[in-house]
């Protein structure tokens, strides 16, 4: 057991303790002489976001199912916060842990305040508390509760809905949280905003929370921390995000990371981590001479013009301010706006299809911060490279169990 | 139209008969919904058992009514009480079939939710699976009471109640000159009692089938 222990997770001293404990757990479904999860053991800390990913049929999913019970684990053991809960009653334990899978499952037959308020109601809160309660969390997902409320599920759209099922995961405040690929089925615009929204208010919450996904892209932008399962139904790595990417142990997670590792790294770092640029600024009602003079003292081409709020309006240039029909409507329309939250990835991205080639950088009631042009992502792309290095060489085997590594250094030379 | 003149004038007693009618066929169809959906809550995640049930409920279906009564009386003696048994046995097929097929197509990322959120499997199936199964059971149901409307007639020769009753008496005195017309009447009578249950039906669903899952 103490052996396990060791190998379970190296944590250094800074990691959080476990909420969640995994010990050789194993599930061999009956008629199938394979296991479909191979004597898995993992730490999952408090209050981090845990990605298991893989390819289909890895044992990413079965293994999930078994933190809840949902699928019975043919041997192991796990643990919730240091308790065995291999064999306690079932339907008690998933009161105390949220689930949310892809297909959401709400109860058509249900309001939308009913279906939040599920768990609440099956652990006898009084009626007052579930709805007071209800409302909160509607309003917590972006819903507004007075129209949402009596509503069916079949009124809403995919994205609400699994707005709802995250809600309604998170109705009787479980410290642990499942969630088998929440935006699998939703469209990629919606997904997106869902992951933003879902990690903001994760900065919250600060839940505990196992979340499955086959695409890396989306476990290297949610997961503090990453298994790789690999065609064996064990995990090849659990790391963090940036040790996979820089340091994959073995071929295979090598290629599930896959090329475009660096543009990857770009999704680790978020806007409000690195130092914005300036850019030349000027009040959007200020008369054209003074806005010439600025523009003639500063060293770019455009000037940024804010309204009184401090909000971005237009980029003007020399030509602009020079026609003789100049009114403050013209120039060019700011786009390419992102919030501090959002990954220099996606800050990157919005920069290609701006006009000015900088992605302007306000603050959650629009006032205008600074802008990330393409020397504050290089910047941040060579820090990172920078830190990576420094941490492989400190724990060269950070996160792998010690037979894993034999494999991976066996593999490598 | 001699009927009508019959109806008119008999039209107390007809009614009476009715009503008996009605009576026992939902006394029947209530104990046959509750028999027949237990039968496809314990039988239909199995596929085997499930099958097992629906091959017999349909074997009884195929029983003629009139020998099914006739051997009654070894066992009841005359009266209601063979006939609504048999009445019972009859309503199982549809009844059977739709809980079955109703639970079965409940969908499953529902109940795993259910489940999931910590139901036990009783609160799952009492909460979730039976309320959304419910339009197809109620369907079957409905399905049950048109045949046991009719197949009740055929009990009055082992002494049930009911418009059989009437047509009994009339198929006996064929050729008396009110044995038509009577027979004609409380035939036309079961098909009123039948439509009158129909739109029971419709009134019990707009009731008790759940807003969010009505199409």
């Known amino acids: 057991m103490t052996d396990t222990e060791e190998t379970a997770m190296p944590a250094s001293e800074s990691d959080p303790p476990a909420m969640i404990r995994l010990e050789e757990l194993t599930k061999v479904y009956p008629g199938s002489e394979e296991p479909a999860v191979d004597a898995v053991t993992m730490d999952i800390p408090e209050g981090e976001i845990v990605v298991l990913v893989g390819p289909s049929g890895c044992g990413k999913t079965t293994t999930l199912k078994m933190i809840n019970r949902i699928v019975e684990p043919t041997s192991g053991r796990i643990r919730l916060e240091g308790e065995d809960v291999t064999n306690v009653d079932p339907d008690r334990l998933r009161r105390r842990i949220g689930y949310v899978i892809q297909q959401v499952g709400l109860f058509p037959h249900r309001t939308i305040a009913q279906n939040v308020g599920t768990v609440p109601k099956l652990l006898g809160w009084d009626k007052q508390a579930i709805e007071q309660r209800t409302d909160e969390l509607l309003e917590l997902v972006g819903m507004d509760p007075a129209t949402y409320r009596s509503r069916f599920p079949k009124e809403l759209s995919g994205g609400q809905r699994q707005r709802v099922g995250v809600a309604r995961a998170m109705a009787a405040d479980p410290p642990v949280m499942l969630m088998d690929e929440p935006f699998g089925a939703i469209d990629p615009i919606t997904r997106d905003r869902l992951q933003n929204e879902f990690l903001r208010l994760q900065e919250d919450i600060e839940k505990t929370i196992v979340f499955v996904t086959h695409d890396i892209d989306e476990a290297i932008k949610m997961g503090d921390r990453i298994a790789i399962f690999g065609n064996d139904h064990r995990i090849q790595q659990y790391d963090t995000p940036e040790m996979l990417l820089s340091n994959p142990v073995n071929e295979f997670v090598d290629a599930f990371t896959g090329t475009g590792a660096s543009l990857k790294r770009l999704n680790l770092t978020r806007v409000r981590d690195v130092a914005l640029s300036d850019w030349p600024t000027a009040a959007a009602d200020s008369p054209r001479e003074e806005l010439q003079r600025q523009l003639g003292e500063a060293e770019h081409s455009f000037l940024l013009l804010l309204d009184r709020g401090q909000r971005p309006l237009r980029w003007v240039s020399e030509r602009d301010l020079a026609r003789p029909d100049w009114t403050p409507r013209g120039g060019l329309k700011v786009r390419a706006v992102v919030e501090p939250h959002v990954t220099l990835h996606d800050a990157l991205d919005e920069m290609l299809t701006s006009n000015v080639g900088v992605a302007t950088v306000v603050d959650e009631r629009g006032s205008y911060q600074g802008v990330v042009d393409i020397d504050t992502v290089m910047t941040a792309v060579n820090a990172m490279r920078a830190e990576t290095r420094e941490r492989v060489r400190v724990a060269p085997w950070h996160g792998v169990a010690a037979s894993d590594v034999a494999d991976a250094s066996e593999a490598r030379s | ?215």
Do not use: C
């Open chain 2, 1 to 215: 139209m001699g009927a009508i003149e019959y109806a008119i004038d008999n039209w107390g007693r007809l009614l009476e008969f009715a009503l008996q009618h009605m009576g026992f066929v939902l006394l029947s169809i209530i104990i046959a919904t509750l028999i027949g959906v237990s039968l496809g809550v314990l039988t239909y995640q199995r596929p085997g058992a499930a099958s097992l049930v629906i091959a017999v409920a349909a074997t009884i279906l195929t029983i003629p009514s009139f020998a099914l009564f006739g051997l009654g009386i070894a066992f009841f003696g005359i009266g209601n009480t063979g006939p609504v048994i048999g009445l019972i046995l009859y309503s199982q097929l549809p009844i059977v079939r739709n809980t079955i097929t109703g639970l079965q197509e409940v969908d499953a990322a529902v109940v795993e939710s259910a489940r999931g959120m910590g139901m036990s499997r009783w609160q799952s199936l009492l909460r979730i699976e039976l309320p959304l199964a419910w339009p197809v059971v109620l369907a079957g149901v409905r399905v049950a009471t048109l045949i046991v409307t009719s197949i009740f007639a055929i009990a009055a020769y082992v002494g049930a109640s009911g418009l059989g009753q009437e047509i009994d008496r009339g198929l006996s005195n064929l050729g008396a000159a009110w044995a038509f017309d009577t027979v004609l009447a409380a035939t036309v009578a079961i098909v009123v009692v039948a439509l009158v249950l129909d739109l029971l039906y419709t009134l019990i669903g707009k009731l008790t089938i759940p807003r969010g899952v009505r199409s």
